[in-house]
């Protein structure tokens, strides 16, 4: 039987999680779109860059403690909005907001999650960001931007990267539904499952907390899947922001920036920060990883704006990299999910642990101790994405 201390790295957790999850629901976490290529480049690309180690460097006193948005955080990095993360484990994104608070970093709840915003609210007693898709209709985004508010989450998080929605081929050959449908394929693999079964038997969340009984004509699972269909809105363009900061009157940050050009838009809007982020490889396969588009996208925007990073990030190594191209901060999607579907809110926890020691760790070696003095002179090849 796996313990805690006994996971030493993401992988242990994936592997783990592998075991735990009914397959729909796992390879909603561990997939892209079309050839799943870009959602390769993203760790690939992170693997291919070199530190420069040094020695006989005073390393005694190390800090990783930095800001996010203005958020004192025990490291650069945050929870990152993901989808059916009550599906990975019963109860997942409150699981997920109580391991953050403890830990001392943001979570950022989807819209898309099991749990509701008024869920994390109630079991938490720090403010949480909110993932917000812009949906055709306005009047539900505007409730549910007011319900953000409410809740007092500190920042918004705009993303941008989902008009219309990419190919997933494992997820449209699995069938993906929240909850699985009684199929027989889905009551076989269910059977092979039964920690996950006992848990989901134990809440009564098992849908889109955010939507069902908020949403016009969205009563029950089966309008669900279509209104959600329906709803993302193609039309979704710069202009639309400002109606949602004027709705918001708080912090913003647009995700699914990864071009220079755009980052520039993001400026000119008057966000408070982007996210480089390729939606984990999930949306344009073929496009570039989010790690090579970063150095590009920091250096456009400068101190204008707070440039964060998301994809691919499986260690603090990784974290390490992100920071040293540029990134004020990362999210981390996959890794969460993989430790929460592994072993709950401890599995969250200690993933976290093992993120930050292996970013203390490496952070020393190049002979730095504070994170804020990381930049580009610690990699043996910093221009390399140039």
Known sequence: MPTLSKMTCVEDFRMLAQRRVPRMFYDYADSGSWTEGTYRSNETDLQKIKFRQRVAVNIEHRSLRSTLLGEDVAMPVAIAPTGLTGMQHADGEILGAKAAERF?????????????????AAHTSKPFWFQLYVMRDRDFIGRLIDRAKAAGCSALVVTLDLQVLGQRHKDIKNGLSTPPKPTLLNLINLATKPRWCMNMLRTPRRT???????????????????????QFDPALNWNDLEWIKKRWGGKIILKGVMDAQDARHAVDSGADALIVSNHGGRQLDGAPSSISALPHIADAVGDQIEVLMDGGIRSGQDVLRAVALGAHGTLVGRAFLYALGAMGEEGVYRCLQLIANELDISMAFCGRTRIQDVDRSILLHPDQFD
């Not at 001392?104 to 994390?120: A, H, N």
């Not at 069902?212 to 209104?227: E, F, I, P, Q, T």
């Open 104 to 120: 001392g970093i943001p979570f950022t709840l989807s819209t898309m999650s099991v749990c509701s915003i008024e869920d994390i």
């Open 208 to 230: 889109f907390g955010n939507i069902v009984g908020h949403a016009k004509g969205v009563g029950d699972l089966s309008s669900l899947s279509s209104w959600t269909a329906e």
